[in-house]
């Protein structure tokens, strides 16, 4: 699909006058979601998104403090479900290229969201919710590189112009549902004295999920399995782990562990080097996930000018920024001041790799797209071994400064890998 008339254009000026003012209005995005696969794509990720958001904040919580698991083990547990999660979406992304048919794996891998979050509301016991933190809530996770490779199929029917936009918009679609949901379910739960009944209206919310993608998504996306049958199952594999994107994911994967290291010490740095108070905490990570939502929508329109590379460089360059001056800030309206930038980097961090990495592995977009889950979890070991150095040899403060270091070694790793090409339009 080619760029709208000039007509068309006028249209949606006169429609929604103050588009130039929200991100949210932009033109390529509007185009986009005209696609019914792009629209209810959407719709499905915000479920998928309600789901996590729903549970994840109190799943330690549901675990061993009410179901009695030690924290060694619960440690284990997640780590473990970590492995699971990385191995089930490469080889559900290798297959959907292989079969040319999403649609079918999609349905499976929600009924496992159905039945994992579902039986550990029903049977809270150990058992169950080891057998779904460790098996079926993992491969449940497994449909988040479904969705993006499912909707980068219809986004490059349209264009590879708007496959930035779209992913961006699917982006914020996640990130608007973690800054609702998790306070929502607190708020309605607390006065319960226990966090079970999220499972349940996770489980819920993979029931519609599943009704949403058997109803309204076709039976295949335009995904030719001939692409996928070229290489062996073991060829695909073999090309995640080749020099050309072992390299690029390493240098993701250190940007991407700026992002882990935050969650770890901006709370203890605003109770402690910055004096501030745990009340604090909360409203600093509300500020920052809201407006990151509109960022990452604006990083998309960003990508219409730059390319993908001088996107992520910029971006990357000032959360290094943000995570140097976190790293040296002794008061609480230092940490207020920074807001603004760590969210602007933090949705560059969050958004403009998603299409990188598609792009990695191009031609089949199931495996291009399992590499984000790949990343997720390369970025949260690399923020684990920072976060444990930096701890050891210094304090909070140096541990963000020495996380701010790996940011740059992952910039400068990037750049001399797709250096050349960064001048080049997103687009082409």
């Not at 040319?100 to 579902?118: K, S």
């Not at 882990?260 to 010490?265: D, G």
Request: glycine share 10%.
């Amino acid at each position: 699909m080619v760029d709208p008339p000039p007509s068309l254009r006028a249209g949606f000026v006169k429609t929604f006058p103050f588009r130039g003012l929200c991100p949210l209005m932009s033109s390529p995005l509007l185009i986009a979601m005209r696609n019914p696969v792009i629209r209810t794509s959407m719709i499905a990720i915000v479920l998928f998104g309600f789901s996590g958001a729903a549970t994840s904040p109190y799943q330690s919580v549901v675990g061993i403090t009410e179901l009695g698991l030690s924290d060694g083990f619960y440690s284990a547990l997640i780590f473990a479900a970590a492995l699971v999660n990385v191995a089930v979406s490469v080889t559900i992304g290798i297959v959907a290229d292989r079969v040319g048919n999403y649609r079918t794996l999609m349905l499976a891998v929600i009924l496992c969201g159905v039945v994992g979050y579902g039986a550990v509301y029903l049977l809270p016991t150990k058992g169950s919710f080891v057998l779904a933190a460790l098996m079926l809530l993992p491969v449940h996770g497994a449909l988040n590189p479904l969705l993006f490779a499912y909707v980068r199929t219809a986004a490059n029917e349209m264009g590879g112009r708007h496959a930035a936009a779209v992913n961006s918009g699917i982006r914020a679609a996640i990130s608007l549902s973690w800054v609702l949901v998790p306070g929502l379910v607190g708020l309605v739960l607390s006065a319960r004295g226990s966090m079970l009944p999220a499972y349940l209206l996770a489980s819920l919310g993979c029931l519609a999920n599943f009704v949403l993608v058997l109803r309204l998504l076709p039976e295949k996306a335009s995904v030719d399995g001939a692409l996928g049958k070229r290489l062996s199952f073991l060829a695909s594999l073999g090309e995640i782990l080749s020099l050309r994107v072992l390299a690029r994911l390493l240098a993701i994967a250190l940007i991407s562990s700026m992002l882990h290291v935050t969650a770890a010490v901006l709370p203890l740095i605003v109770t402690g080097a910055a004096g501030g108070k745990v009340s604090d905490i909360g409203i600093i990570v509300g500020i920052v996930a809201f407006l990151e939502v509109v960022f990452i929508v604006v990083w998309g329109r960003i990508q219409y000018r730059l390319s993908h590379i001088d996107a992520l460089a910029l971006g990357t360059a000032i959360y290094v920024l943000n995570m140097a001056l976190l790293g040296l800030s002794t008061e609480r309206w230092h940490i207020y001041a920074l807001t603004l930038i760590s969210a602007f980097g933090a949705a560059a961090l969050i958004s403009i790799p998603i299409t990188y990495l598609q792009e990695l592995i191009a031609d089949r977009p199931g495996l291009g797209s399992s590499l984000i889950s790949v990343n997720v979890f390369l970025g949260a070991g690399f923020g684990a071994a920072l976060f444990a150095l930096g701890t050891r040899i210094s304090d909070y403060s140096g541990t963000a400064l020495l996380s701010s270091l790996a940011g740059v070694a992952g910039l400068l790793l990037l750049l001399f890998l797709d250096g050349d090409g960064r001048g080049k339009a997103s687009a082409s």
